[in-house]
């Protein structure tokens, strides 16, 4: 994972988690739960439940 990707997540990530239920009505708390050291993890789930490709996730993640 890119670094900056990383520090979206951890700085700011009640306020991304807001913004991606907003536009993702079917994502749930579960499915955006982070815990730090976990973001892989935390991406991977989004990546499934998204249908979209790593790269996508990320890019969707720093863009909000």
Do not use: C
């Not at 973001?39 to 790593?54: I, N, P, V």
Request: glycine share 8%; charged share 40%; net charge negative.
């Amino acid at each position: 994972m890119k670094t900056d990707t990383r520090l979206q997540i951890k700085g700011t990530w009640n306020e991304v988690k807001g913004k991606l239920k907003q536009k993702y009505a079917d994502l749930t708390d579960d499915d955006l739960l982070y815990e730090e050291g976990k973001e892989d993890e935390l991406l991977g789930k989004l990546q499934k439940k998204l249908g979209k490709t790593m790269d996508d996730v990320k890019n969707e993640i720093n863009s909000l």
